[in-house]
Structures are given as C-alpha cells and as structure tokens.
C-alpha cells in the first residue's frame, strides 16, 4: 500500500473519530476523548524519555484521565463547581509521586510530569465546557461549537499548506518548520474565516462576530500550537512523535495545534457567556 493511500485511509479514520466521538453522545465523547488524552498524554511523556528524562508515564497519563472526568462530571452539572480545582491536588501528587521514585533528577522529572498534566490533560478537559455550552440559558450537549473548530482548523490547516506550497516565499521559522511560510498563513486564515462565517450559518448558537473571532483566535493558538510540537521535536531530532498514525505519526502530531486552540477557544466563550 503506498503512503499517499495509507495517508488517505488513516485521514479518513481520524476525521470519522473525531467527529463521531463528539457527535453522537455524551459518553461516548467522554470514552473518546478520555482514551485519546490518555495516549496522547503517554505519547508525549514518551518523547521526553527520548531526551532522556523520566516522567511518571503512567501515573501521569491516569492523572490526567482522572481530570478529564472530573472536568466532564462538571461540565454536566453531575458535580459541584468547586471540584474544579482538582487539578491542584493532582499536580501537588506528580510532584509527590517523584519523592518515591528510584530515579535521579527530581525536580526536573516532576517539572516533565507536571508540563504533560498541563500541555495535554488541560485542554482535553477543557473541551467538555466548549460541547457542554450555554444555549438560550442553559446549559445543554453542544457539539456543533466544537465541530465547528474543528472545520476552521482543519481548512486552515489545508489552505495554509496549498497556498504555501504554491506561492510561499517568506518564511515563518525556517529553523523550526522550514515548510511554514507568510504566504500560507494568510491564505489558510482566509480560508478559516469563510469557514467561520459558514459556520455563524450552519450553528447559529454563536454569533456571527464570535465565530469569526474563533477563526482568528484557532489560525494563531493552531499555528502556535503547530509550532511547539516542531521544535520539541526538532531539538529531540524525532520526525514523528510516534507510529500509531501509518502516514500521520503519532497522536500528538495530529492534535498538537488543537492543544493550543482550545485553551484560547474556552476563555473567549467565557467572554461571551457560552460557558
């Protein structure tokens, strides 16, 4: 099977994993995405192993499942709003769990634990308050905000490379993504606030100037986000972040500019009053 066809097919799958995962039912957004946090969280304690640190993998990675849910039973009112400061217990264990462990360099291995709860677990439990959203005053299962994202990010991510590879000629940051130029990221941030305005159309629970805002806020936390994980990667000198993805590399390299994008997409739904 060739790379173009294998890129193609796992495409397919992620895009129908996504978006069922946040479509078809609460649960199954919460089973979804929790198993996905999980290994992107243990894929990225992975990477920093390859540099040679040693974070709490596991514990870590179950931590952050643990958030998630918390988060989860928040977003659905099944617990009370100040369980939301969990998150402190939790970074205080990472911290804890180092004191017992049989490795060298302590500060530094709890500081990489501690950078996965925050880097990765945090956002994912974040996207339970942007599909749990307040519509018509109250709040209520919203996917389409979520989904809506999704759009603008993936024809960001299009637009950006097309324009790019046809007209790109002033680089971003050639010494970390020698592909990004200027030229592509106006045309992918064109083309994300089409998909805004499409989107004010198509999921009219959000106005037409917020969802612009999201185009805008997703085409510079996506390009952040997609930068990061570059550079991680360039100063580990890893082209992938793993292989469970034939075509894409690992998790963390399909998600790595949603990780930024969702920090930035919940604060302005605050502001708004969506959340």
């Not at 918390?70 to 709003?81: E, G, H, I, K, M």
Request: hydrophobic fraction near 55%; charged fraction near 10%; include cysteine.
């Amino acid at each position: 099977m060739s790379n173009i066809v294998k890129r193609a097919l796992t495409g397919i799958i992620y895009v129908a994993i996504m978006l069922g995962g946040t479509l078809l039912h609460p649960i199954v957004f919460a089973v979804v995405f929790a198993a996905l946090l999980f290994f992107t969280q243990y894929e990225f304690y992975a990477l920093v192993e390859k540099a040679g640190h040693h974070p709490s993998r596991i514990i870590g990675s179950i931590f952050g499942v643990i958030f998630f849910l918390v988060c989860f039973a928040l977003s659905n009112d099944f617990l009370p709003r100040q369980f939301g400061f969990s998150f402190i217990p939790i970074v205080v264990i990472l911290l804890i769990v180092e004191i017992f462990r049989s490795n060298k360099n302590t500060l530094e291995n709890g500081g990489f634990s501690t950078l996965g709860f925050a880097y990765i677990a945090l956002p994912f439990s974040l996207m339970n308050f942007v599909v749990h959203t307040t519509v018509n005053g109250e709040n209520t299962f919203y996917p389409w905000i979520m989904v809506g994202v999704y759009f603008i990010l993936w024809i960001n991510d299009s637009g950006a490379y097309l324009v790019g590879t046809k007209f790109g000629k002033h680089k971003m940051c050639k010494n970390i993504s020698p592909a990004k130029s200027w030229e592509g990221l106006i045309g992918g941030a064109v083309l994300a606030v089409i998909m805004g305005i499409t989107n004010a159309v198509l999921f009219q629970a959000v106005s037409m100037i917020s969802w612009i805002v999201i185009a805008l806020l997703t085409v510079v936390f996506g390009t952040l986000g997609d930068l990061f994980e570059s550079k991680i990667k360039r100063e580990i000198n890893v082209k992938d972040t793993g292989t469970i993805l034939p075509g894409h590399g690992g998790f963390l390299d399909r998600l790595d500019s949603l990780l930024f994008v969702i920090p930035a997409i919940f604060i302005w739904l605050i502001f708004t009053g969506n959340v």
